[in-house]
DNA sequence: TTAGGAATAT
DNA sequence: CATATTCCTA
C-alpha cells in the first residue's frame, strides 16, 4: 500500500517529533534550550531536579527517545544517579564545567555524549543520532518507542539501496530475481520525497548499520491488488540479514546464511511484482539470538507520534529456495537426520523467518522424491545385485533402506567402537566406490536432470551439497569423484563438534553427535578426519557420568 | 487437535 | 517446473 510513502513522509521532517527529556536545574537554560530544541521540532519535557525526570520516565514508560541533562558543579550526584537510573536512555550530558573526570564519570555511567555547554545548533540538533544508534545497537529490547524509529529508518535505507545504488548483489553476474527490487510506488514517492535526512551524519549512521551485525533488509510490496483479502500469517515482516549476504554470493563464506525470496503471489503482472528477499542470521555468528527471534514480531509496536506504524502486509508469498536457503534446508536435514528430519524441526533448524512448516514440508517432499530417484542408483552401485535389473528405477526404496546394508549393529546396544562403523577405507567397500554419502543421503548431486536453474552459477549448493566446513579444508583424495559426491553427514557432524567446542565445551553438542551417531551408524567418516572425536565424546560422556551405554538403537533403524 | 506426507492445484 | 494447497492419515 502506501505504507512506504507514509514513512518516507515521516522522515522527511525527521527528527520531528523525537521526544527529549530535558534536566536542568537552571531555569534560564532550561528554557533557553527548550525552545531550541522546539524549534528543532523536538518535543521537549523539562525538569528540574532528577527525581521529577526520573519519575516521569517510569511513569511515562518508553516515552522519551533522547535525554538531555546539564551537569554541573553541584549537582552531579544526582546527575550521575539519573544517569544510573535512565539507562535505557541515551543521555547527552551538557555542562559548562570543562571536568575531565566529570565528563568521564557520565560516560562511564551510560551517558552517550558529553557536550560542551555553549552549544551550537547543529549539535543540538543531531541528538536524533542517539536514538537511531540506540535503535539499532539495542540487543535485546529495543524499547518500544525506538522501534518505529528504527523501522522506519530502515525501510528508507531500503528503498534507497533499490533505487539508486548498484546493487552488489549480483557481483556474479547473475542475481536477475533480487535485482529487479524497484516499482512504480518507489519511483513515484518522488525522488527528493525521501530525504537523506539533512545531517551529513546520517551517512555514517547508515555505514555502521551496514557494518552492524544485523541489518534490517526487507522489502515489501506496497501495492495492493483487490482480488485478495485473506487476512492471515502468511507474510513475512520483518528480517535481519546479517550484511555478508548481500555481497557475498559466490563465495559462500563458511557461516551459513541463507536467504530466501519471498515473491509475491500476483499472477497478473509479474513485472510489478516486488520482492522481499529475507536473509537470515546464521545460528552461528554475531546476531544475537533474541534479535532475530524477537524481531519476528514487531507489529504490535505503535508509536504514540507521527512516525511509522508497521504495516502489516499480508500477501501470499512465495518461498524461492535459492541455494542458500537450500543449503540450510539441507544442513537441517543433515542435522536432523533421516528420521527425524519433519518439517516442524527443520523449520527450527533453520532459523529462517517467514519460512513455514508448509513451505518446508513442501520443500521436503521434492527433496525426498530426487532423493528416490538418485538413492537407488547409489546403492545399486555399491551391491550389485546379482542378477542385473532391467531398471534401475524399479529398486526403490521407499522405507528402510538400511536394511540393505550390512548390519553392523543389528539390533545391540552399540560398543562404542562403532558409533562410526563406517570407518572403513572406501576401498574396503565393494569396488572400491566410494562411500562418504550415506545410503540415505548419497551426495545430492546434480543430475544432469537437476539444475539449479535459478541461480546456474552456483555449483555448490546444488541439492544435497553439503556445506563444506572450512577446517575440513579438502575433501579426501578420490580424484574420481572428487567434488561429486561430498561426505553427507558427518561434516555437520564434524564442524558442529569443532564449533561448540570452540564456543562452550560439550554438553548439548556431543548429546547430539552421540545421537546422531547412534541414529545414524551407517554414516561413515570422511577418511581425511582422525578417530579422536569419537573418544573424546565417550569421555565427555563419561566425565559426565553418561553410561557409554547408549540407548537401544534399534526402535530407530529398525521399525516402521 | 495437531502435524506429516502424498496428492493435487496453481 | 517449482511451490502452494489440499486431503488424508496417524
Redesign the pocket.
Known amino acids: 500500500m502506501i505504507g512506504i510513502e507514509d514513512e518516507l513522509l515521516g522522515w522527511k521532517d525527521f527528527p520531528k517529533g523525537l521526544k527529549v527529556l530535558l534536566l536542568d536545574e537552571d531555569s534560564n537554560s532550561a528554557a533557553e534550550m527548550r525552545s531550541r530544541l522546539e524549534k528543532m521540532d523536538y518535543i521537549v519535557y523539562s525538569f528540574c531536579n532528577e527525581c521529577e525526570a526520573l519519575t516521569a520516565i517510569s511513569s511515562k514508560s518508553e516515552g522519551f527517545h533522547v535525554a538531555i541533562v546539564e551537569v554541573s558543579a553541584g549537582n552531579s550526584d544526582g546527575v550521575l544517579q539519573f544517569l544510573e537510573s535512565a539507562k535505557d536512555l541515551p543521555t547527552i550530558m551538557t555542562s559548562n564545567i570543562h571536568s575531565l573526570s566529570t565528563m568521564m564519570k557520565c560516560i562511564a555511567l551510560g551517558a552517550v555524549e558529553f557536550l560542551q555547554k555553549p552549544l551550537s545548533d547543529d549539535k543540538l540538533k543531531n541528538i536524533w543520532q542517539h536514538v537511531v544508534h540506540k535503535a539499532f545497537s539495542a540487543r535485546k529490547d529495543v524499547s518500544r518507542s525506538l522501534e518505529p524509529v528504527k523501522e522506519s529508518l530502515l525501510s528508507m535505507l531500503q528503498l534507497q539501496k533499490a533505487k539508486g545504488e548498484a546493487d552488489d548483489k549480483n557481483s556474479n553476474g547473475t542475481e536477475p530475481l533480487t535485482a529487479v527490487a524497484e516499482s512504480n510506488t518507489e519511483q513515484s514517492s518522488g525522488c527528493d520525497k525521501y530525504p537523506a535526512p539533512s545531517t551529513p551524519q546520517l551517512k555514517q549512521g547508515v555505514r555502521s548499520v551496514d557494518n552492524g551485525d544485523c541489518q534490517y533488509h526487507t522489502i515489501f510490496s506496497t501495492d495492493q491488488d483487490s482480488g485478495e483479502h485473506d487476512g492471515d500469517t502468511?507474510s513475512v515482516e520483518t528480517t535481519y540479514n546479517n550484511s555478508l549476504a548481500e555481497n557475498t554470493v559466490q563465495t559462500s563464506p563458511p557461516g551459513q546464511q541463507g536467504e530466501i525470496i519471498?515473491k509475491e503471489?500476483n499472477?497478473s503482472s509479474p513485472h510489478q511484482k516486488m520482492e522481499a528477499d529475507i536473509a537470515t542470521s546464521s545460528q552461528s555468528n554475531e546476531c544475537p539470538d533474541n534479535s532475530i527471534g524477537h524481531s519476528a514480531e514487531p507489529s504490535k509496536a505503535s508509536s504514540p507520534h507521527s512516525s511509522s506504524g508497521t504495516k502489516t502486509n499480508k500477501k501470499?508469498?512465495?518461498?524461492?529456495?535459492?541455494p542458500e536457503l537450500?543449503k540450510k534446508f539441507v544442513q537441517a536435514v543433515e542435522q536432523l537426520g533421516i528420521d527425524q528430519?519433519?518439517?516442524?524441526?527443520i523449520?527450527e533448524l533453520m532459523k529462517v523467518e517467514g519460512l513455514?512448516?508448509?513451505?518446508?514440508?513442501?520443500?521436503?517432499?521434492?527433496y525426498?522424491?530426487h532423493r528416490r530417484q538418485i538413492l537407488p542408483k547409489e546403492v545399486e552401485r555399491r551391491w550389485p545385485h546379482p542378477q542385473p535389473r532391467d531398471s534401475v528405477q524399479r529398486s526403490y526404496y521407499?522405507h528402510k533402506p538400511i536394511m540393505t546394508y550390512p548390519p553392523y549393529h543389528s539390533n545391540h546396544v552399540v560398543p562404542a567402537g562403532q558409533l562410526y562403523p563406517a570407518w572403513v577405507p572406501p576401498a574396503s567397500y565393494p569396488n572400491g566406490l566410494q562411500v562418504w554419502g550415506s545410503p540415505y543421503y548419497p551426495g545430492w548431486q546434480p543430475a544432469e536432470t537437476?539444475?539449479?536453474?535459478?541461480h546456474p552459477a552456483l555449483h555448490a549448493d546444488t541439492w544435497g551439497s553439503p556445506v563444506v566446513s572450512p577446517s575440513f579444508g579438502s575433501y579426501p583424495p578420490y580424484p574420481q569423484n572428487a567434488g561429486v559426491y561430498r561426505p553427507y553427514g558427518m561434516y555437520n557432524r564434524y564442524s558442529m563438534l569443532e564449533k561448540s567446542f570452540d564456543l562452550h565445551p560439550a554438553e548439548e553438542v556431543i548429546d547430539k553427535v552421540v545421537k546422531e551417531a547412534i541414529t545414524k551408524p551407517w554414516l561413515p567418516l570422511p577418511l581425511g578426519l582422525k578417530p579422536p572425536p569419537t573418544e573424546g565424546v565417550l569421555e565427555e560422556l563419561s566425565r559426565q557420568g553418561i553410561s557409554t551405554t547408549p540407548p537401544q538403537i534399534n526402535g530407530s533403524c529398525c521399525r516402521r
Open positions: 502468511k519471498l503471489e499472477g501470499k508469498m512465495k518461498v524461492d529456495w535459492t537450500h528430519a519433519i518439517p516442524s524441526r523449520l513455514t512448516r508448509h513451505n518446508i514440508a513442501s520443500h521436503l517432499q521434492k525426498r522424491m521407499p537437476w539444475h539449479w536453474k535459478p
